[in-house]
């Protein structure tokens, strides 16, 4: 069966009789056995072609899925529960659209039998004595759509998180890199399949609260096992597990018009302990170990120009390595980088775009790197991750095994504060929210520099001589293949 009909700005399927359009359609000819109106016409009840337009693509819509529905079920034979449910669930569509084309929103007869007010069900009874024609018998399809007949469709865990990625979750997919993109799905699909793992495959509706607090009592098993030799997990994996499906849960009945519908993963969440911190590097190690001339030489060119950006920057490895040569601003008064959204990669919030002046031996280096940018680690953080952290390892770079890559940004914003740079500014830098009123816009680049300056590192010029030397023309296109 073909998809719905998409809405056009044209007028198929309609008709003018005097100023009132009319939906007129022939039932396919594939569909001729099955339905017996030959062909439908219905009144519209409006004069307006956008109106008409609206409505026209809601029947057609409900036509396509009725006529989708009887096929299924003829073609089936002994069908299986996946063909039942596709049948179900495209007669309850067509039911829902066609109430919609009518002016009322689809509500199950149990619903209209114990809680609909006395007006609505007179004004569903009439609308559908209205379109029962010259002989007066009310159609079987207009009766279901109206007064809620059709059975309402199952749908289990895994077919409504494919809706959920292709259907709902549209924003939250908009402006990521196919990386990100991937490692978003990756993370919400493993919480998914631990739920399955544990409950089953069953459908979405069939999640009762019973069910919901032993799901929570077996990941609490797991945070706080009794065995002392299994490792524990950590209670924010918990919590993001279940969350993912909470959120799975809520988004989907909230698609489908059940704003209210109880979600059975309500207030569920264990206590987490503060996350340890990364520490910082002390001024003392970057200077005599991390900046001495020859430390990182044989690396990757790029690695080594971001090692030496992060320095000074304190900006987040991920914001360095997906710097595009656009964002390097190195003949300005006062050269900078630019860290920005864009259409194809989000940053991490909101307040992380910012301008960063370079000093110091990050301004060495972004000069180095501004014609070509980092293309290798482009949208590639966890090659990047996994190709720094050996070399830090192999070179003794690291000054404790708690060290990490961001252990830079850290010891960045603990020399902002020990020299008593200004909060505001602090956090503009950092990309974090600031907790004070925003006035003006952080200072000027010059005065932003000046400040930096203050905590610069010095180094050796033979830093970035011994660079040159062994990558003589790489910003030309050259390049090593080593990692």
């Not at 099955?34 to 009840?45: F, M, N, Q, V, W």
């Not at 549209?170 to 544990?198: G, H």
């Not at 900078?336 to 990050?362: F, H, M, Q």
Request: hydrophobic share 35%.
């Amino acid at each position: 069966m073909a998809d719905v009909m998409k809405r056009v700005e044209d007028n198929s399927y309609l008709e003018r009789r005097g100023r009132v359009w009319w939906y007129n359609r022939r039932v396919p000819t594939r569909c001729a056995h099955l339905d017996t109106r030959r062909r439908i016409k219905e009144s519209l009840g409006t004069t307006s072609v956008e109106q008409a337009r609206y409505k026209r693509d809601l029947l057609a819509e409900a036509d396509d899925h009725y006529w989708a529905s009887l096929q299924i079920a003829e073609e089936a034979g002994p069908a299986t529960n996946r063909e039942v449910s596709e049948a179900i669930s495209r007669r309850y569509r067509m039911a829902t659209v066609k109430a919609l084309a009518c002016g009322f929103t689809y509500k199950p007869i149990d619903h209209l039998a114990t809680e609909a007010s006395l007006e609505e069900t007179l004004a569903r009874l009439l609308a559908v004595h209205t379109q029962a024609g010259p002989a007066e018998i009310p159609r079987e399809r207009d009766a279901e759509a109206l007064l809620g007949g059709a059975t309402k469709p199952t749908i289990p865990v895994s077919d409504a998180f494919e809706v959920y990625l292709s259907e709902i979750a549209y924003n939250a997919q908009l402006y990521k890199s196919p990386n990100q993109r991937a490692s978003w799905e990756k993370t919400k699909r493993t919480s998914i399949q631990y739920f399955i793992d544990f409950a089953g495959d069953i459908a979405l509706e069939e999640i009762t609260r019973a069910l919901a607090l032993k799901y929570q009592q077996h990941w609490a098993k797991q945070v706080k096992p009794k065995d002392g030799k299994v490792s524990p997990v950590a209670p924010n994996t918990a919590n993001r597990h279940i969350g993912n499906i909470r959120s799975l849960y809520g988004d989907y009945f909230k698609h489908v018009g059940e704003e209210e519908r109880p979600n059975p993963f309500r207030n569920m969440h264990f206590k987490a302990k503060a996350r340890a911190e990364v520490p910082p590097y002390s001024s003392e190690w970057v200077r005599t170990k991390v900046l001495a001339p020859g430390a990182t030489r044989k690396w990757r060119p790029e690695l080594q120009l971001i090692t030496l950006m992060l320095i000074e920057t304190g900006c987040r490895p991920s914001e360095i390595i997906n710097l595009r040569v656009e964002d390097f601003h190195i003949e300005e008064p006062v050269p900078y980088i630019s860290i920005k959204a864009r259409t194809d990669r989000e940053v991490k919030t909101d307040t992380s775009e910012r301008d960063i002046p370079l000093v110091g031996i990050s301004l060495e280096a972004a000069r180095r790197a501004a014609p070509r940018a980092f293309a290798h680690y482009y949208d590639k953080g966890e090659l990047f991750s996994a190709n720094m952290m050996k070399n830090f390892r192999n070179r003794g770079l690291l000054e404790s095994p708690d060290h990490k890559i961001y252990s830079f940004r850290h010891a960045f914003e603990k020399r902002m504060q020990e020299a008593n740079i200004d909060y505001g500014l602090r956090c503009l830098l950092m990309g974090h929210k600031t907790t004070r009123p925003v006035y003006g816009d952080g200072g000027s680049l010059a005065y932003r520099r000046d400040e930096l300056l203050k905590i610069a590192h010095p180094f050796d010029a033979r830093v970035m001589e011994l660079f040159e030397r062994e990558n003589a023309g790489w910003a030309l296109g050259g390049g090593l293949d080593g990692s």
